[in-house]
């Protein structure tokens, strides 16, 4: 069974002995210490993943160990059932200990009805689940805790190694007690603080504060069209005629349908871009209605913008396809908030804020049911309810918490009649806040890429703008030391001016209108130099926050990016030229890190070239986005496994998926005139006969050379294999000399092997919807027991072409 973590009910809380010290004892679980050899008490089912070993003992002689070595199915080991009362709390102890694989063993607490039938389940009351983590080998502490649900009779424990984590772990001595109401509150706020899916009640005096520096009645970003002398200074702007004409577009023809085929695509097929290129069109559409309107004020695009309001009000699922596993937004059955539904009710919400004396009454209240229903009551449940209820991004440390809570809370201030129901989104939002600044390391880097840092970080930002403006700036999310250095990210994540390295998913260029907003809060993170975007550019939110007299006066000096930036904590580093204003513009990206990243590749010890502004060869990027891209299958594809990706391949082995399969850093050191960065890089291996592995790159500024060097190691002669990744054209030179190149630039790449015969083979790698990268093996003709493979990267004056 693959664990969905978003949809457990509770998860353990590692409870004071205060909590549980007038607990009442139930029937004890049976063998629960694993001494007895003659009832056993617990079923195992798992073709020897489990098993009960002296070794696995903390007290006694025996205990449970788990090794799951499998990647297609998870251990299986079910305690025999103990009566239990509907209704009551129980508290599940138990010890554990990690040998391998950190969290890949979870301990369940299942009820069940008088048939037998789990109660906790996904689809029903959510699971209970611990994952055993820690410090590898330490016995720790467990407990999880649960109220047994209506009709349940029984309740087990099952331990449990997720589908595709391959780990080890032991568990031991399982106790159950049976909670007081008092004892269960208590324990249920602790744990709803550190459980996966709790949500604790926002303070009740926090939310009276806020509340206190609240207006009375909702507000929206911006000004409304009725200020009149606001929005006209931003029609007489030039680019105002654009967006009248996108307007005119959109208004001489109908919105594109959304049939229920197109959104049950995904389902049958994994293709969402078919459901998500027309539900984005409607968005865009709006937008152009909807600026367009304010800016002429004429009643033009008014019946074009109620029409296209009340087709996105009718829509069956404002949550995408690809965020619907179980289809229960597209049912009705339960409706949970996505980064479109997020961003389709705070459009709607702006739209009323700006334009709503001009819709119709019903088109009005029309708008206001759906943003509530679909936005703004699931996200108040869950507060309420202190269970999440698969809304998990609530808790998330990646884009989608900074993205939905932007669009949450925009919601709530522009629509929101009383107070107390914004300030309670807006306590809410505190607690979310700092699972995202978490995904961060220290030194502020992203590890979801430039592209996810543009839109996570960038909803940070705007939504921190917008709680300011409705505090009087009282409530600032932007304290914190952490913050200045995640927006300071994007800067020293530039190879050279508007290009970065495309590690992870989400690739691309800073975005000028995040850096835009930015600068209202941090200006030193954003070049001095940095040409201002249009007022008009870039949707209703950046419009509301800047294009109404926000905006700081533009810096005019002229800023150079340093030789080098170094994010140590995420072992990644960004080496340039020395700064001449005559240098080649020549440098690369070089990344460490590990395979459990946010929109993680496995691509540990991968790297960018990059001249002139286009990457020569190295890291190939990502796929086009399907249902395999996020499923147990995501790393079949080349472009996320590591073969498509600039590292070796180890006696027939591709890199690990996991924290453990991470580098380690050998040597950072920087000079004027040269930086040198060696990783060890064997534990992204699993090969038992790998002795070392080490790759170092070398950027030497004087020579204008990068070289990559790998050396290898075995106890026992293994295959070896080094790939260049180049979406550039390629010329061989000779057999040791290749010139990558397009039209404009060119780079030498000279080989050298040592270890035994080798040759170069050519592939083209299939990437689907995009552009296929080449792959151009170094890989020696036998196995070795030790070799060396250098490639050294040298701009070219001239362009050798076929």
């Given at each position: 069974m693959h664990v969905t973590f978003a949809r457990a009910l509770f998860l353990a809380a590692a409870f004071s002995a205060a909590v549980l010290s007038n607990a009442v004892a139930v029937e004890a679980i049976p063998n629960a210490g694993f001494e007895d050899t003659e009832k056993q008490g617990w079923t195992i089912v798992d073709a020897g993943l489990s098993v009960i070993t002296t070794e696995a003992a903390r007290t006694g002689t025996r205990g449970l160990r788990v090794t799951d070595t499998s990647d297609r199915q998870g251990s299986s080991c079910r305690s025999a059932p103990v009566p239990v009362t509907a209704g009551k709390t129980y508290a599940l102890s138990f010890w554990g200990r990690v040998l391998e694989g950190d969290g890949a063993v979870g301990v369940y607490m299942q009820f069940a009805d008088a048939k037998g039938h789990v109660l906790t389940s996904p689809s029903r009351h959510g699971e209970i689940i611990q994952t055993i983590q820690g410090d590898k080998g330490v016995w720790q502490a467990f407990t999880l805790y649960g109220q047994a649900p209506p009709n349940a009779t029984a309740m087990w424990v099952w331990v449990h190694s997720f589908t595709g984590s391959l780990g080890a772990a032991d568990a031991d001595d399982f106790t159950l007690a049976e909670l007081s109401e008092a004892e269960a509150q208590k324990a249920r706020v602790a744990a709803l603080r550190t459980s996966r899916n709790g949500f604790p009640p926002p303070d009740t005096a926090r939310i009276a504060q806020i509340a206190a520096w609240l207006a009375p009645a909702p507000h929206g970003l911006g000004r409304p069209a009725t200020d009149r002398e606001a929005w006209n200074r931003l029609a007489a702007l030039p680019e105002a005629a654009a967006i009248l004409r996108d307007a005119?577009?959109?208004?001489?023809?109908?919105?594109?349908?959304?049939?229920?085929?197109?959104?049950?695509?995904?389902?049958?097929?994994?293709?969402?871009?078919?459901?998500?290129?027309?539900?984005?069109?409607?968005?865009?559409?709006?937008?152009?209605?909807?600026?367009?309107?304010?800016?002429?004020?004429?009643?033009?695009?008014?019946?074009?913008?109620?029409?296209?309001?009340?087709?996105?009000?009718?829509?069956?699922?404002?949550?995408?396809?690809?965020?619907?596993?179980?289809?229960?937004?597209?049912?009705?059955?339960?409706?949970?908030?996505?980064?479109?539904?997020?961003?389709?009710?705070?459009?709607?919400?702006?739209?009323?804020?700006?334009?709503?004396?001009?819709?119709?009454?019903?088109?009005?209240?029309?708008?206001?049911?759906?943003?509530?229903?679909?936005?703004?009551?699931?996200?108040?449940?869950?507060?309420?309810?202190?269970?999440?209820?698969?809304?998990?991004?609530?808790?998330?440390?990646?884009?989608?918490?900074?993205?939905?809570?932007?669009?949450?809370?925009?919601?709530?201030?522009?629509?929101?009649?009383?107070?107390?129901?914004?300030?309670?989104?807006?306590?809410?939002?505190?607690?979310?806040?700092?699972?995202?600044?978490?995904?961060?390391?220290?030194?502020?880097?992203?590890?979801?890429?430039?592209?996810?840092?543009?839109?996570?970080?960038?909803?940070?930002?705007?939504?921190?703008?917008?709680?300011?403006?409705?505090?009087?700036?009282?409530?600032?999310?932007?304290?914190?030391?952490?913050?200045?250095?995640?927006?300071?990210?994007?800067?020293?994540?530039?190879?050279?001016?508007?290009?970065?390295?495309?590690?992870?998913?989400?690739?691309?260029?800073?975005?000028?209108?995040?850096?835009?907003?930015?600068?209202?809060?941090?200006?030193?993170?954003?070049?001095?130099?940095?040409?201002?975007?249009?007022?008009?550019?870039?949707?209703?939110?950046?419009?509301?926050?800047?294009?109404?007299?926000?905006?700081?006066?533009?810096?005019?000096?002229?800023?150079?990016?340093?030789?080098?930036?170094?994010?140590?904590?995420?072992?990644?580093?960004?080496?340039?030229?020395?700064?001449?204003?005559?240098?080649?513009?020549?440098?690369?990206?070089?990344?460490?890190?590990?395979?459990?990243?946010?929109?993680?590749?496995?691509?540990?010890?991968?790297?960018?070239?990059?001249?002139?502004?286009?990457?020569?060869?190295?890291?190939?990027?990502?796929?086009?986005?399907?249902?395999?891209?996020?499923?147990?299958?995501?790393?079949?594809?080349?472009?996320?496994?590591?073969?498509?990706?600039?590292?070796?391949?180890?006696?027939?082995?591709?890199?690990?998926?996991?924290?453990?399969?991470?580098?380690?850093?050998?040597?950072?050191?920087?000079?004027?005139?040269?930086?040198?960065?060696?990783?060890?890089?064997?534990?992204?291996?699993?090969?038992?006969?790998?002795?070392?592995?080490?790759?170092?790159?070398?950027?030497?500024?004087?020579?204008?050379?990068?070289?990559?060097?790998?050396?290898?190691?075995?106890?026992?002669?293994?295959?070896?294999s080094v790939p260049i990744i180049t979406y550039r054209e390629v010329t061989r030179i000779d057999d040791t000399t290749l010139h990558l190149h397009d039209k404009q630039r060119g780079v030498e790449v000279k080989i050298t092997a040592e270890g035994g015969a080798w040759r170069l083979e050519e592939e083209q790698l299939e990437n689907p919807g995009k552009a296929s990268p080449r792959r151009l093996a170094v890989t020696f003709a036998a196995p070795v027991t030790s070799a060396r493979v250098c490639v050294t990267v040298t701009p070219l004056a001239d362009v050798k072409r076929q």
């Open positions: 005119e577009k959109a208004m001489n023809a109908p919105p594109p349908d959304l049939p229920d085929a197109l959104y049950l695509e995904f389902t049958t097929t994994g293709n969402r871009r078919n459901y998500e290129r027309p539900y984005g069109q409607r968005s865009h559409r709006l937008t152009a209605l909807l600026l367009a309107e304010c800016l002429e004020d004429k009643g033009r695009f008014l019946p074009a913008l109620e029409r296209d309001l009340l087709a996105v009000c009718g829509e069956r699922s404002w949550t995408m396809p690809a965020h619907d596993a179980d289809l229960g937004n597209f049912k009705g059955t339960r409706l949970t908030i996505d980064l479109g539904s997020s961003a389709r009710g705070w459009l709607l919400a702006e739209t009323d804020a700006w334009l709503g004396h001009r819709l119709s009454p019903a088109t009005r209240e029309r708008l206001r049911t759906e943003v509530r229903r679909r936005v703004l009551e699931p996200y108040l449940n869950a507060v309420r309810n202190g269970n999440i209820n698969g809304n998990w991004w609530m808790r998330g440390d990646n884009n989608w918490n900074a993205v939905c809570s932007a669009g949450v809370v925009c919601c709530a201030l522009a629509l929101l009649e009383p107070r107390e129901e914004r300030a309670l989104v807006l306590a809410a939002m505190e607690f979310s806040n700092p699972f995202f600044i978490s995904g961060f390391t220290d030194d502020g880097y992203c590890s979801e890429g430039m592209g996810y840092w543009n839109y996570g970080f960038g909803h940070y930002v705007m939504m921190g703008l917008a709680v300011r403006a409705a505090t009087g700036s009282r409530l600032d999310i932007f304290a914190g030391d952490k913050l200045p250095r995640i927006a300071a990210y994007a800067k020293g994540y530039q190879i050279q001016p508007g290009r970065s390295p495309w590690f992870a998913d989400g690739g691309g260029a800073p975005s000028h209108d995040v850096w835009a907003l930015i600068r209202q809060v941090y200006p030193a993170a954003v070049p001095t130099d940095l040409p201002a975007p249009s007022l008009l550019k870039g949707g209703h939110a950046t419009v509301g926050l800047r294009a109404f007299g926000q905006e700081p006066p533009a810096a005019a000096a002229a800023e150079r990016l340093p030789p080098r930036t170094y994010f140590k904590d995420a072992q990644v580093l960004i080496t340039r030229p020395g700064g001449a204003p005559n240098d080649v513009p020549f440098g690369a990206a070089v990344k460490g890190g590990h395979n459990a990243e946010q929109h993680n590749h496995n691509d540990v010890g991968s790297y960018a070239a990059v001249l002139d502004g286009v990457e020569m060869l190295g890291d190939p990027g990502g796929e086009i986005y399907t249902r395999r891209t996020f499923s147990r299958e995501r790393y079949v594809s080349p472009m996320l496994n590591s073969y498509g990706h600039p590292v070796p391949v180890v006696a027939g082995q591709l890199q690990a998926v996991g924290r453990h399969a991470a580098a380690r850093v050998l040597e950072a050191s920087f000079t004027d005139e040269r930086d040198r960065f060696r990783l060890d890089l064997a534990a992204a291996y699993r090969v038992p006969a790998l002795a070392s592995l080490t790759r170092t790159f070398t950027h030497d500024r004087t020579a204008r050379v990068l070289e990559i060097s790998d050396e290898v190691r075995f106890t026992a002669p293994q295959t070896f």
